[in-house]
Antibody, heavy 120, light 106 residues
Framework: QVQLQESGPGLVKPSETLSLTCTVS??????????WIWIRQSPDKGLESIGY????????AYNPSLQNRVTISVDASKNQFSLNLRSVTGADTGVYYC???????????WGQGSLVTVSS | EIVLTQSPATLSLSPGETATLSCRAS??????LNWYQQRPGQAPRLLIY???SKASGIPARFSGSGFGTEFTLTITGLEPEDFALYYC????????FGGGTKVEVK
């Protein structure tokens, strides 16, 4: 059973970069069995798929509305994957989930979520 | 972007009753429609994928149906733990989620 745990700052200033890390247990991030996914949730926009990474970085895909600002990467030595979202505004405030699935958009495994507030 | 519209916004029912939740897509998503349950303070939980396939560990009272633009999640015999928010998600194009249906105790 895959288990995921988000970590990172809960407060980010406008125009700065939001950085979160997801630590994976119960599976190897290099295995190729799973997609490693980021999703966020806010009262205004609801649930929103940010993007995913697969096979240790050989494949990434991002939400078209965010792709100019987002990068997802893997640190295989730590069995972690990360999210960087640049030039944030208040609209980026929300709960950020790391997640995983056998396909990119069918998601049985979720972290508990990390609340990130963008404010000066 | 494919827009998913869920109805009703709120469903007020008693334990033991049957819940019927609807999800309508702005264009055909074929069978690529998933359902999630979210309880307060928790992450979403995958219930149904590809319109009618049950995820691992999901009770038999949950079922899904539909194709194209019209989909239904049915919960037959509501248990106390089923009162929650439910979201549909399409994966025909870049994934989008519906706005949710809240199933509350009448």
């Amino acid at each position: 059973q895959v288990q995921l745990q988000e970590s990172g700052p809960g407060l980010v200033k406008p125009s700065e970069t939001l950085s979160l890390t997801c630590t994976v247990s119960g599976a190897s991030i290099e295995s190729g069995t799973y997609y490693w996914i980021w999703i966020r949730q806010s009262p205004d926009k609801g649930l929103e798929s940010i993007g995913y990474i697969y096979l240790s970085g050989s494949t990434t895909a991002y939400n078209p509305s965010l792709q100019n600002r987002v990068t997802i990467s893997v640190d295989a030595s730590k069995n972690q994957f990360s999210l960087n979202l640049r030039s944030v505004t208040g609209a980026d405030t929300g709960v950020y989930y790391c997640a995983s699935g056998y396909s990119a958009h069918v998601i049985p495994f979720w972290g508990q979520g990390s609340l990130v507030t963008v404010s000066s | 972007e494919i827009v998913l519209t869920q109805s009703p916004a709120t469903l007020s029912l008693s334990p033991g009753e049957t819940a019927t939740l609807s999800c309508r897509a702005s264009q055909s998503v074929q069978q690529f429609l998933n359902w999630y349950q979210q309880r307060p303070g928790q992450a979403p939980r995958l219930l149904i994928y590809d319109a009618s396939s049950k995820a691992s560990g999901i009770p038999a009272r949950f079922s899904g149906s539909g194709f194209g633009t019209e989909f239904t999640l049915t919960i037959t015999g509501l248990e106390p733990e089923d009162f929650a928010l439910y979201y549909c998600q399409q994966r025909s194009d870049w994934p989008t989620f519906g706005g949710g249906t809240k199933v509350e105790v009448k």
